[in-house]
């Protein structure tokens, strides 16, 4: 799968491009590299989230999905190439019912935070969002194109995983706000709220 980094400082991105994994240069502000980042981005936020206090269930789950991000990542950087597979997508499926399932029904919407672990996964959840909006952008992009572009179109695999995952960060912060209390410290919206004094 491409050339492994032996030099991190190559200084061919000095003009403001960078290299694909199929060895084609392009700008840094296109579509598809944004995307990259802002899969990068979600990794490392959920790096963030593991060195905290987790359950051992919740964090082996996110270790999956961190490796699942670099497949992901993977084919974004390599046009053409398949690596994130159905079954990924899947094991997330069966992750949001398993813990979607502990949880009781949401009357209200709440705010982001409670505890420290629940307030860093909304803020993988929203970056998870972002990165489902970019790869749209070069899903879009690429199908305009039409042509010889027509090869690397984004499989359905892709949109599919970050969609899912952003719906499974959001059910395991409220999960990690009710991790070891019967208090939930969820704090809900309060949508006539009375202005301060």
Not at 3 to 14: C, E, K, V, Y
Not at 34 to 53: C, F, M, P, Q, T
Not at 55 to 81: C, K, R, T, Y
Request: some cysteine; overall charge negative.
């Amino acid at each position: 799968m491409g050339h492994r980094l032996t030099a991190i400082s190559t200084r061919t991105g000095d003009a403001g491009t960078t290299g694909l994994g199929d060895g084609s240069r392009c700008p840094k502000s296109a579509a598809r590299i944004h995307a990259l980042g802002d899969v990068d981005e979600l990794n490392s936020h959920i790096g963030l989230l593991r060195s905290l206090d987790l359950p051992e269930a919740i964090d082996a789950l996110l270790s999956q999905v961190q490796h699942d991000l670099f497949d992901l990542g993977g084919e974004l950087s390599v046009p053409g190439m398949s690596l994130l597979k159905p079954e990924q997508v899947a094991a997330l499926d069966a992750a949001l019912a398993e813990h979607n399932a502990q949880l009781p029904p949401l009357a209200e919407f709440i705010l982001p935070g409670g505890t420290q672990t629940a307030a860093q996964a909304h803020v993988c959840r929203t970056v998870a969002r972002r990165a489902e909006r970019a790869l749209v952008t070069v899903a879009n992009e690429v199908a305009q194109a039409g042509g010889a572009e027509a090869a690397t179109l984004l499989r359905p695999e892709l949109l599919q995983y970050l969609n899912r995952l952003s719906d499974l960060l959001f059910v395991l912060a409220r999960t990690l706000n009710r991790a070891g209390d019967a208090a939930s410290t969820e704090v809900y919206w309060k949508h006539q709220r009375q202005p301060k004094a």
